[in-house]
């Protein structure tokens, strides 16, 4: 049977505030347990909430980039349930009414189509402590420092239909709030984290399955394996007649599979009500135009006008739209060379698997944007081939030199373009290898093309790769031909 | 020195008649003296106390002279009490010396007003006779066979036996009217958001509300003043000036326009406090007042709401009383269920646990909209009637309870018949407004109170017709015998 | 609709209350003596009635993002059941 797999996504972004959702206290990440814990934090009986400005704020843009309802309105509510992690018995949440309600966000895929996902909702929410499970005399400890952090969950509708658009849209979820300046997108550190609905269904039926929730799933490669693993052991489960049973999963990276949380699994009651210490939330049209002016150009604008702009193919543009830092490199490259598609390839190609192999971010690249740009303009007014540009890039990256100028000139790889030297060079690597050249000039064309190579590649050899390839090219076949 | 109000004692400190440690010394001395017949404090600060009373003394050589410089007050023990024991009444609180100070104990005490101690109440200010304190039943100082009230009862005994003239409660459903009701004091609860709640343990946050006791109107507004005001730290609380409650007294009644709702004086009201009211009636009339009957037509359905709303809150803000950070922890519990469920079941009381139980049951799934929302929708209608009669007349009259301090034990076992002792006052909780209740005369020796509602923020119209009828009465100048 | 015993005990649990069993038996009927007299909201006409959670009626402040909190572990630790190395101690999570 062909089977059809359906996700839907909620992602919790920790929204990078200066202090908690309802409490003055820091969200330093690694501080030392409980130490950011104040009074309301470890829920201390008669402590109460007061709401904090930015994260409203930051929900806010967040709603409009996605061009989201923003309702007049929204109630905060409490979602009761007992856990060590949870000091006042209740998550401060939002039910009926959230701050921010349907929008959508364009997604594209990897042969270069664009999906549009239904986003349902996302709402404000203060985040949980930590069990930790090491061992102290039979015990859990409890840090209870990141609780009180500002969530925002962001709900999307069950538009995602393989684990690859899944992940694709995670990615553009976190290049999104990233751009917003939201929410710093360190998913090793818990600022992004991902629940997975996945159900699958018979090709053609309309319908959901019973979905499973793949609980708290910490990265791009995470998120794909999670969904790919589950979505086979449902589909294995049904055929060998078994039924999907609604629960709560948790993914093991160690051992790619899924498992049931059982401990969680008893049926929960969370008699959400309004949570009666908070006040409705009043969101005023002149403050969402006034968000909205502040607003960024935003992924998918950026990548529009990266095609429109400078003629970059689909997928060129939506990897370097995809973060904010590595657009505004390419566009700082492109400002100093004026070629945006030389800037793309060697922001995509040669700066991309140097950051990879040293594992940096883009911020952190020992090559500045002025440098690389620099460089290009050099390959662009044919002082350096593109071939020693990579020596010169290499240069720069170990730090050899503040300028590609400066290396070229203390290396010495300028490019020979005096025809007359070009000549002489040639001369002597056509009389240095006689015996080819004439069986060069006994062969016929389809073969010559082949041998042409070698006599390039020895004229590059003997200019040490500074002759200019174009007049070398150009020349050789004169000599040759003559 | 015991008989002075706090407005005399003002006076006394101003002249240098005595100091404020002399006045906290004897009062320490005569809590200790009379405090076991009435069980009134939890705990008394008397360190603290005479540390604050020196501080005043020092603070009024040095030229102040606010009004509340080396008063002695008491607060209701959950008002927290940064290193005293806050203990809302409940074991589930043992131990528990709070880290920090209610704003309204912060206010009282930068007005000077020196603590004495932390006074007994109902567990959790859920009761109405004071019952079903972890530390015992508070006796009523008027016939110690009988309830005084509550569940600011260790209030109002304490302030009532003359131990000290002032004191902070709470009321959520009356627990500040009605024990003032049943030991002949004055008691007004604020309009909801008028005093912070930042510090003052919840029992049900939309309807708790901070105020004082005292033996007359011009004493509780006195302490109003000081404990009223906008609150940073309660997202509840109202940004908005402060009246001017003492200035407000003086003010003559003629043109006052009184309500006097049918339903409060229907069945279920003995008669005998129905005339009480009535006689206060034809005073204000000769102080100017003119009266009209009007009708609160919901205020029937004002107590099921109410035993919906304020348990449903409960279940939720006790759920953080869970033996993991603070309070009190069973014995060895053999799993993280057991802890909860222990410590829980052995900390909390018999009534704490009934409203939980109930609170928790009307949020569950399923019962949400036949509960909760409709308990809401009432609420509304509640509020609806209030806003009608007030565009009519500027306060409501009635009595404050439909029944006489009853006898110890009374009601014990029929936690119904007790939350019907709510029906006067539950209604000013559930629509927001502010509601005094003040000494109306006796019954066979018991107090019968009467309760002044007033439109949102009108504390100062209360305190006013309070005090003017005071002026020309003087039930609230009785003192129990043996006090 | 009365609560019967399984209700009273799913109730108990959801809240995390311990019961003596001997108690269930009162307790139910006490809670439904209590749900009698709230059934009585049943009768009330609210249609087209909004819900009122606010007495007043007003709407949330915000307040500026500062932090103004420090480190008081020592302190509000010193009135916890059981710390250790600064956490709080409860028998074992399990997920």
Redesign the interface.
């Known amino acids: 049977m062909q089977w059809e797999t359906v996700i839907g996504l909620e992602i919790h972004a920790q929204l990078s ?3 908690k959702i309802f ?4 969200i330093a990440f690694g501080a ?8 309301v934090d ?1 829920g ?1 009986p008669g402590t109460l909430p ?7 704020r930051m929900a806010c843009k967040f709603g409009l980039a996605i061009d989201a309802e923003i309702a007049p ?1 929204n109630v905060f509510a409490r979602k009761n349930y ?4 949870l000091p006042k018995g209740y998550q401060t949440s939002q039910m009926d009414h959230p701050i921010v309600g349907k929008g959508f966000l364009d997604i594209t895929l990897e042969d270069g189509t664009t999906k549009r996902i239904g986003i349902t909702r996302a709402h404000l929410e203060e985040d949980a402590g930590k ?3 090491e061992d ?1 005399h ?7 420092n990141r609780a009180g952090t500002p969530l925002l969950e962001i709900v999307s509708e069950p538009d995602i239909r393989s684990a690859k658009e899944a992940v694709a849209y995670v990615k553009a979820i976190h290049a999104l709030v990233r751009y917003l300046g939201i929410c710093d997108g360190n998913m090793a550190e818990g600022s992004l984290r991902c629940d997975c609905n996945v159900s699958v269904r018979p090709k053609g039926q309309a319908e959901f399955g019973t979905r499973a929730e793949i609980k708290n799933v910490n990265s791009f490669r995470f998120i794909e394996k999670a969904i790919n693993h589950e979505v086979q052991r449902q589909i294995e489960l049904i055929e060998d007649g078994g039924k999907v049973v609604q629960e709560t999963r ?1 993914y093991d990276p160690n051992k790619d599979q899924t498992r049931s ?1 059982r ?2 699994e008893e049926a929960n ?1 969370y ?1 959400y009500f ?1 949570c ?1 210490d ?5 969101i005023e049209q002149s403050f969402l135009d006034e968000v909205r002016a502040s607003l960024p150009e935003l992924p998918v604008q950026k990548r529009e006008r990266f095609e429109s702009q400078f003629g970059l193919s689909a997928y060129d543009a939506t990897v370097l739209a995809a973060s904010r830092e590595l657009a505004d490199y390419f566009e700082a490259v492109n400002t100093v060379c004026g070629d945006a598609k030389l800037a793309a390839n060697w922001v995509m190609g040669e700066l991309s698997s140097l950051l990879n192999k040293d594992n940096l971010d883009i911020e952190q690249s020992p090559v500045s944007a002025e440098q690389l740009g620099g460089m290009i303009l050099r390959i662009k007014d044919n002082t350096i081939s593109g071939k020693i540009a990579k020596m010169v890039f290499e240069a720069l990256a170990a730090g050899e030199g503040a300028s590609a100028d400066e290396i070229i000139e203390s290396k010495g790889l300028k490019q020979v373009t005096d025809s007359g030297a070009i000549e002489k060079m040639l001369d002597e690597v056509l009389a240095a290898n006689a015996e080819q050249v004439e069986q060069y000039r006994a062969s016929d064309e389809a073969k010559r093309g082949k041998m042409f190579g070698f006599f390039v590649g020895q004229a590059m050899k003997a200019s040490k790769g500074k002759a200019n390839p174009g007049q070398v090219n150009e020349l050789l076949k004169k000599k040759l031909e003559g | 020195m015991y008989q002075l109000t706090l407005a005399e004692i003002a006076r006394g400190l101003a002249d240098k008649q005595f100091s404020a440690e002399e006045l906290t010394r004897s009062l320490l001395a005569r809590i200790a003296q009379l405090d076991p017949q009435l069980n009134s404090f939890i705990t008394v600060t008397e360190e603290l106390a005479l540390e604050q009373a020196k501080a005043a003394d020092a603070r009024r050589a040095a030229g102040e002279n606010g009004a509340l410089l080396g008063a002695p007050i008491a607060h209701k023990d959950l008002f927290c009490t940064q290193d005293v024991l806050t203990s809302c009444a409940s074991k589930i609180l043992q ?3 709070a ?1 920090y100070n209610a704003t309204v104990v912060e206010k009282l005490a930068a007005a000077g007003a020196v603590t004495l101690g932390k006074l007994n109440m109902d567990e959790f200010a859920m009761g109405s006779a004071n019952e079903s304190s972890h530390y015992g039943a508070v006796k009523n100082p008027w016939d110690l066979t009988r309830v005084p009230g509550g569940s600011s009862g260790g209030s109002a005994a304490a302030v009532a036996a003359r131990l000290l003239p002032a004191a902070t409660g709470t009321d959520t459903g009356g627990s500040i009217r009605q024990p003032a009701a049943l030991t002949n004091l004055t008691g007004i609860k604020p ?3 008028r005093v912070s709640r930042w510090g003052m343990i919840a029992y049900a946050s ?1 309807l708790d509300q901070g105020g004082p006791l005292a033996r007359n109107a011009e004493d509780c507004a006195l302490m109003l003043q000081a404990m009223a005001g906008f609150d ?1 730290k309660d ?2 609380c ?2 908005q000036p402060v009246d001017d409650y003492l200035a407000a007294l003086s003010q003559p009644l003629t043109g006052l326009r009184i309500g006097l709702p049918k339903e409060y004086f229907g069945a279920g009201l003995d008669a005998r406090i129905g005339e009480k009211v009535m006689a206060v009636v034809e005073e204000l009339k000769k102080l100017g007042a003119t009266v009209k009957d009007i009708s609160l037509p ?1 205020m029937q ?1 004002a ?3 109410y ?2 709303i304020a348990p449903a809150e409960a ?1 939720s803000n006790l ?1 953080r009383f ?8 069973c014995e060895n ?10 410590s ?3 900390g ?1 009381g018999a009534e704490v ?2 409203r ?3 609170g ?3 949020l ?1 799934a399923g019962y949400y909209d ?2 909760y ?9 509640i ?1 609806n009637d209030f806003v009608a009669a007030f565009n009519e007349v500027d306060v409501i009259l009635g009595p404050t309870t439909p029944n006489l301090a009853w006898k110890l034990g009374e009601k014990n076992n029929d ?2 018949a007790a ?1 019907l002792e709510d029906i006067y006052t539950i209604t000013a909780n ?4 502010p509601g005094l209740s003040m000494p109306a005369g006796f019954v066979y020796g018991l107090p019968v109170g009467v309760q002044l509602l007033g439109n ?1 923020f009108q504390e100062g119209r209360l305190l006013n017709v309070a005090h003017q009828y005071q002026q020309v009465t003087d039930w609230h100048k009785q003192a129990p015998s043996g006090f | 609709m009365a ?1 019967e015993r399984s ?2 005990e799913k ?10 069993e001997d108690d269930i038996p009162s ?1 139910t009927t ?2 439904n ?10 009768a ?1 006409n ?1 249609d087209g ?8 009626e ?12 420090r ?3 020592e ?8 710390v ?12």
Do not use: C, W
């Open positions: 505030t200066q202090s409490s003055g206290s820091a030392e347990p409980n130490t950011q814990a104040s009074l470890l201390m007061v709401l904090n400005a930015e994260a409203v309105q007992f856990y060590p992690d069990s930790l499970h102290f039979g015990m859990s400890g409890i840090d209870l948790l949380m401990s969680k009651d008699r309004p009666p908070l006040l409705p939330v009043v | 131990g528990f010396k880290p309009t909801y958001g939309s940073a997202s509840t109202v940004d919901n359905h107590i099921p709401a035993y919906v279940s759920s869970d033996g993991v950070r603070f309070g009190y922890r519990p053999k799993d993280l269920q057991d802890l909860y469920k222990r829980r079941g052995e909390f646990k009934r939980i139980m109930v928790t049951y009307a569950s036949a509960y929302l409709k308990a809401q929708k009432i609420r509304r209608l509020k936690p119904v939350y559930l629509a927001g407004i949102y | 609560l209700d009273v109730i108990a649990h959801l809240a995390r209350l311990g019961l003596n307790t006490t809670l003596n209590i749900l009698g007299l709230i059934d009585q909201m049943q009330v609210t009635i909004e819900p009122l959670a606010h007495p007043l007003a709407t949330q402040r915000l307040r500026a993002d500062q932090v103004t909190e480190n008081q572990r302190a509000y630790q010193a009135i916890a059941p059981a250790e190395n600064g956490l709080y101690l409860v028998p074992k999570v399990i997920e």
